[in-house]
């Protein structure tokens, strides 16, 4: 009897454990909803000359205060990057080979917030050239 409890509670606790880490740190009822910025959606035309200069201007005027990261996820290599320019850190993943585009920028920004939550991160801006997940978020957002 005593081995068959000792058996039980050690299957729990292993439950307990895997449960542990699935489970966010972060109680949603206090989670804040991701703001969509698709301020450059459209405008490819008048700032194709100058993007770059249009892009750093706006980011600093509007997101000064946060830590910027860029997404990018690619098919045809099967992998995704996680690029952190003020702390000079880089994260390649790789993902199944069925993904198609979208998954694969889902899955780049999947892992950045999953990375932002393990590092306690405050006031994270993460860049995406994902159209197509950016409105999925963005609509989401506006479902709730």
């Known amino acids: 009897m005593i081995q068959n409890c000792s058996s039980i509670v050690g299957n729990l606790k292993g439950i307990f454990n895997t449960l542990q880490h699935n489970i966010s740190v972060i109680p949603p009822w206090t989670a804040y909803l991701p703001r969509v910025d698709l301020y450059f959606v459209g405008r490819k035309a008048v700032l194709q000359a100058n993007i770059r200069l249009y892009f750093n201007e706006y980011m600093a005027n509007h997101y000064s205060n946060s830590t910027t990261i860029y997404t990018d996820g690619s098919v045809q290599e099967a992998v995704c990057a996680i690029r952190i320019p003020e702390l000079n850190y880089t994260q390649s993943l790789r ?23 393990e590092r306690d991160c405050h006031s994270t801006l993460i860049c995406s050239d994902s159209l197509s997940c950016l409105e999925a978020i963005h609509t989401a957002n506006s479902n709730n």
């Open 95 to 117: 993902f199944p080979d069925d993904y198609c585009v979208m998954s694969a920028e889902a899955y780049a920004i999947h892992s950045t917030l999953k990375l932002v939550e």
